[in-house]
């Protein structure tokens, strides 16, 4: 089976109303649908390998949200379903997040192992 | 060695996350591989003469085909001798001919 | 070319909100023409692209009535790219993906487009020669 890796490096866009990330939902999604995925967290990303995450229930006058996104656990059950997922030392570096922080089974990589990733993918989806 | 088509569809004035993408291609080409970066929408504004062209010059001259979306840049005033050396503007069939022949793509 | 290609696009933006759609459809377009078969997978807010109440408005600003300035509606796009796919011997199929459609209330679509899910888009990446994501930003 041909093996894909999505590089995702948008981050909290729209994920309150979305309740998750999208990018994130839909390798969930693949990964059921039997395909062979490989993550990559990059950029403003590698930011939802961070325990912690607290994502606030919206209200608004009456209306109250009362499934709010669980941006950490959505990464925790990637990993728990098999799918490697890897982030870039220099842009948590960059951000100031420590490793020691970070979401059990999150790999990092550095410049060289992003480009492994890339080159090992039979498919390299840039989301 | 593989070939890779890299879709820039932004610019470095603008977005600081440019700069990943150049040295991805750098990266690439640097293992072996054939690396075409193919500039469209406001990823080609670098590609005129200009402080920001350095980096699209010195890819090319480390072996990276550069290419420029032809309207793209006929939309931004662009014209061919305006262009930065070594980038080439190409019609946006060039990306079509490429993933049908199986190039791995990346837009970013 | 000897053989019939298969090429997947993924798209996620809605229209009239930056270029990527119309490089999009340039992309789709240029396939079609090279004799290509296309899947285009519709995801988040490229799901209202082939919204089919899309109208034209005129514009005081240009001075022009509706009819003058004759505004471009992309659902009229897929609807075009579909026919020319038919006429040269090709197939253009368009998935909306399903929830993307229900949170935005857009269900009515032109001709040629229905709901789906990943797992479509899977099983075209899988049965196609190349696929091309164009993200959002």
Not at chain 3, 24 to 30: E, S, V
Not at chain 3, 94 to 120: A, F, M, Q
Request: aromatic share 6%; glycine share 8%; proline share 3%.
């Amino acid at each position: 089976m041909a093996t894909t890796l999505n590089i995702i490096e948008s981050a909290y866009r729209a994920t309150m109303e979305e309740q998750n990330d999208t990018v994130v939902w839909i390798s969930h999604a693949m990964k059921g649908a039997g395909a062979d995925l490989t993550v990559l967290l990059r950029g403003n990303a590698v930011n939802y390998a961070v325990l912690g995450q607290v994502s606030p229930a919206l209200a608004f006058g009456d209306w109250k949200q009362t499934h709010a996104a669980h941006l950490d656990e959505d990464i925790a059950s990637l990993i728990s379903k098999g799918v490697d997922v890897y982030a870039v030392e220099d842009d948590f570096a960059a951000r100031g997040i420590s490793l020691s922080g970070l979401i059990p089974g999150v790999k990092t990589v550095n410049r060289e192992g992003l480009l492994d990733l890339v080159e090992n993918h039979d498919r390299v989806w840039h989301w | 060695m593989a070939s890779y088509l890299l879709i820039e569809s932004r610019d470095p004035f603008e977005v600081n996350d440019v700069a990943y993408f150049y040295d991805l291609a750098s990266g690439l080409k640097s293992r072996g591989n054939e690396v075409t970066l193919f500039l469209v929408q406001n990823g080609v504004l670098p590609a005129r003469q200009c402080s920001g062209s350095a980096q699209l010059s010195g890819l090319s001259e480390a072996g990276v085909r550069i290419l420029a979306d032809d309207l793209s840049l006929g939309e931004r005033g662009i014209t061919a001798e305006s262009l930065t050396n070594g980038v080439e503007s190409a019609a946006i069939d060039v990306v079509i001919n490429q993933l049908a022949n199986g190039v791995k793509t990346l837009w970013h | 070319m000897s053989e019939k290609k298969t090429l997947t696009f993924c798209l996620m933006d809605a229209p009239f909100e930056n270029a990527r759609t119309t490089t999009a459809f340039r992309l789709i377009d240029a396939a079609v023409r090279r004799g290509c078969n296309v899947n285009v997978f519709a995801y988040e807010g490229a799901v209202c692209i082939p919204f089919s109440k899309q109208a034209v408005h005129p514009n005081k600003v240009h001075g022009c009535e509706a009819e003058e300035w004759n505004h471009p509606l992309p659902k009229d796009w897929v609807t075009e790219i579909i026919s020319l796919a038919e006429k040269s011997g090709s197939k253009v199929d368009w998935i909306n993906c399903g929830l993307c459609v229900d949170e935005r209330g857009v269900g009515e679509s032109v001709p040629g487009v229905r709901k789906g899910t990943p797992g479509d888009l899977l099983n075209w990446v899988n049965a196609s020669d190349n696929t091309l994501i164009i993200p959002t930003k």
